[in-house]
């Protein structure tokens, strides 16, 4: 079954706001990797986790390998945070599955 | 000055064609990957390589072929092409437990 589950699948914000998206995990992952698809299809690498949490700007993550979770935080939205976030963990050391992707909209 | 270069970016190909979609990385890392992206759907994995002249398969192989002939190409193979192989394909490099880096993709049509 499906190892990596991702919430919610859409989401819009208005500019200025914040929210976060969630993945959770059937199984105990050593890793965790967030990504944004842009609006030209490329895939940029916001954080890799192995544990704690890292931030970047307005970006925060956090992996808690026990729990089986991951999250991603976004504060003071801005239109170009716009795009579809994906997420990815692997327990295997070699190769990660991916979330279904949350598909955030940020409005004027 | 990309680290993971995909060809050709667009490809158009009839059903029962052969398509070969490639991947060069300057990374060093000794893992590639190939997956696709479809609506609806998160990355999913085809194949794997831990390096020159290993391929391994991933969640969804059925229908492709892998070829890592170096540590820094690798190669994805559609023998017979399907309708059903519409999608946007990405490679990735990366070592064991580190993050991945991916490629621009190539969105494929077959007709």
């Known amino acids: 079954g499906d190892q990596v589950e991702q919430s919610p699948s859409a989401l819009s914000l208005h500019e200025g706001t914040g929210s976060a998206l969630r993945c959770n995990f059937t199984t105990t992952m050593r890793a965790v990797q967030w990504f944004r698809k842009n609006s030209r299809g490329s895939l940029i690498n916001l954080f890799y986790?192995?544990?704690g949490t890292k931030e970047n700007g307005r970006l925060k993550s956090a992996f808690d390998s026990k729990e089986r979770y991951s999250t991603l935080h976004i504060r003071d939205a801005q239109l170009e945070d716009s795009g579809t976030y994906f997420c990815a963990a692997g327990n295997s050391g070699t190769y990660q599955r991916f979330g279904t992707g949350t598909k955030l909209q940020v409005v004027p | 000055e990309a680290a993971v270069t995909q060809s050709p970016r667009n490809k158009v190909a009839v059903t029962g064609g052969k398509v070969t979609l490639s991947c060069n990385q300057t990374n060093n890392h000794n893992n590639m990957y190939w997956y696709r992206q479809d609506t609806g759907h998160g990355l999913r994995l085809i194949h794997y390589?831990?390096?020159?002249?290993?391929?391994e398969k991933g969640d969804i192989p059925d229908g492709y072929k892998a070829s890592r002939p170096s540590q820094e190409n690798f190669s994805l193979i559609l023998e017979l092409a399907t309708p059903s192989q519409t999608s946007v394909y990405f490679c990735?490099?990366?070592?064991?437990?580190?993050?991945?880096?991916f490629g621009p993709g190539t969105r494929l049509t077959v007709l």
């Open positions: 390589s831990y390096g020159a002249g290993s391929t």
């Open positions: 986790l192995a544990s």
């Open positions: 990735a490099s990366g070592d064991n437990y580190a993050e991945q880096f």
